[in-house]
């Protein structure tokens, strides 16, 4: 069982930037794959960027140079830094871990946090 809580959301200006973490539980972490995620309202949830074993990177097209995941597996906590936001980047964000997959979809997932609201203004 891994437990997940982003923090770090916000309201911010377009142009600005912002920094969300992951916390996690778990023995195992450091071996799962952590993606994140993000909702705006009225869409489906889309991927965002993922991060296996601390350098194996991918993101989406539309954050690509923007957005930096990382994680601390000491902390047990993977981050997510975001510049350059845009109107169109506002949405609740969600971390998630599998423990196998290289995969974006969100049904690949095992287990969500609850989300932290970013809202980006223009």
């Known amino acids: 069982q891994v437990q997940l809580v982003e923090s770090g959301g916000g309201l911010v200006q377009a142009g600005g930037s912002l920094r969300l973490s992951c916390a996690a539980s778990?023995?195992?972490?450091?071996?799962?794959?952590v993606g994140w995620f993000r909702q705006a309202p009225g869409k489906e949830r889309e991927f965002v960027a993922r991060i296996r074993s601390g350098i194996v990177t991918y993101y989406a097209d539309s954050v690509k140079g923007r957005f930096t995941i990382s994680r601390d597996n000491a902390k047990k906590t993977v981050y997510l830094q975001m510049n350059s936001l845009k109107p169109e980047d506002t949405a609740v964000y969600y971390c998630a871990v599998s423990p196998s997959t290289y995969g974006i979809g969100t049904h690949e997932y095992d287990y969500w946090g609850q989300g932290t609201q970013v809202t980006v203004s223009s």
């Open positions: 778990g023995r195992t972490f450091s071996t799962y794959t």
